[in-house]
């Protein structure tokens, strides 16, 4: 059983940074692809950035260069690292873990609030 636990959100103003982390249990994390969602009020969960098991990235249209996410297969942590930010960047925010036979797992976000 994998567990997800974030960290790293809160409260910024516009144009601030913050740095999110997920740290995964298990010893599947390197073999794994990882995600980084966010799901605003009243609005569908999409997808922020990902980092595959060899280390290539994708990241959502809306993120424009401003975020950038990276991995630590020693300490099975994946980071997305948020400068730029807009109130429109405003949602909680959700690590997701893609094992490699399928099974998903994820965490149980945490809230990122951009506003003056």
């Known amino acids: 059983q994998v567990q997800l636990v974030e960290s790293g959100g809160g409260l910024v103003q516009p144009g601030g940074s913050l740095r999110l982390s997920c740290a995964a249990s298990?010893?599947?994390?390197?073999?794994?692809?990882m995600a980084w969602y966010r799901q605003a009020t009243g609005k569908q969960r999409e997808l922020v950035a990902l980092?595959?098991?060899?280390?290539?990235?994708n990241y959502g249209d809306f993120v424009k260069g401003r975020f950038t996410i990276s991995r630590d297969n020693a300490k099975k942590t994946v980071y997305l690292q948020m400068n730029s930010l807009e109130p429109e960047d405003t949602a909680a925010y959700y690590c997701r873990l893609l094992a490699p036979l399928g099974h998903v797992y994820w965490g149980q976000g945490t809230q990122v609030t951009v506003s003056s």
């Open positions: 980092t595959t098991s060899s280390g290539g990235t």
């Open positions: 298990g010893n599947i994390f390197s073999m794994s692809n």
